[in-house]
C-alpha cells in the first residue's frame, strides 16, 4: 500500500507561482509514473503533467505546457509540481497519483492505482 501525501496549496493572483509536493511513503520502483491531475467542482478531472521515476520523460497537457514544470527527488520519495504564470483557469483541487503499470497511459486519470487528498490552489484575477 502506498500513501501519497500533497502539500502546497493555497491562494495567489494571477501570474504568481505555487509550488505543490507529492510525497510517497514506502520504496518506490523505477517504472512507477506519478502524475498531476485537477478538478473544479462541476467539471470533469483534467490531466496536468506526469513523470516516470527514473529517466527525464516528462508530460504536460497543452494548457499548461511552458508555465508548470513537474520533477521528482528520488531520495525523499517527493515530486513537484511548480506552477508559474498562473491563471484563473488554474484554480482547482490538484491531486497527485500513483501508476504502478510498467506502460501506463499516463493521461487517463482511471488508469493510476492510488491517489492524495486532494490540495486546493485558487488564482485571483
Known amino acids: 500500500q502506498v500513501q501519497l501525501v500533497e502539500s502546497g496549496g493555497g491562494l495567489v493572483q494571477a501570474g504568481g507561482s505555487l509550488r505543490l509536493s507529492c510525497a510517497a511513503s514506502?520504496?518506490?520502483?523505477?517504472?512507477?509514473?506519478m502524475g498531476w491531475f485537477r478538478q473544479d467542482p462541476g467539471k470533469e478531472r483534467e490531466f496536468v503533467a506526469a513523470i516516470k521515476w527514473s529517466g527525464d520523460n516528462a508530460y504536460y497537457a497543452d494548457s499548461v505546457k511552458n508555465r508548470f514544470t513537474i520533477s521528482r527527488d528520488n531520495a525523499k520519495n517527493t515530486v513537484y509540481l511548480q506552477m508559474n504564470a498562473l491563471k484563473p483557469d488554474d484554480t482547482a483541487i490538484y491531486y497527485c497519483?500513483?501508476?504502478?503499470?510498467?506502460?501506463?497511459?499516463?493521461?487517463?486519470?482511471?488508469?493510476?492505482?492510488?491517489w492524495g487528498q486532494g490540495t486546493q490552489v485558487t488564482v485571483s484575477s
Open positions: 497519483a500513483l501508476d504502478v503499470d510498467v506502460n501506463p497511459n499516463y493521461a487517463r486519470g482511471h488508469d493510476y492505482d492510488y
Open positions: 514506502g520504496r518506490t520502483r523505477s517504472w512507477w509514473t
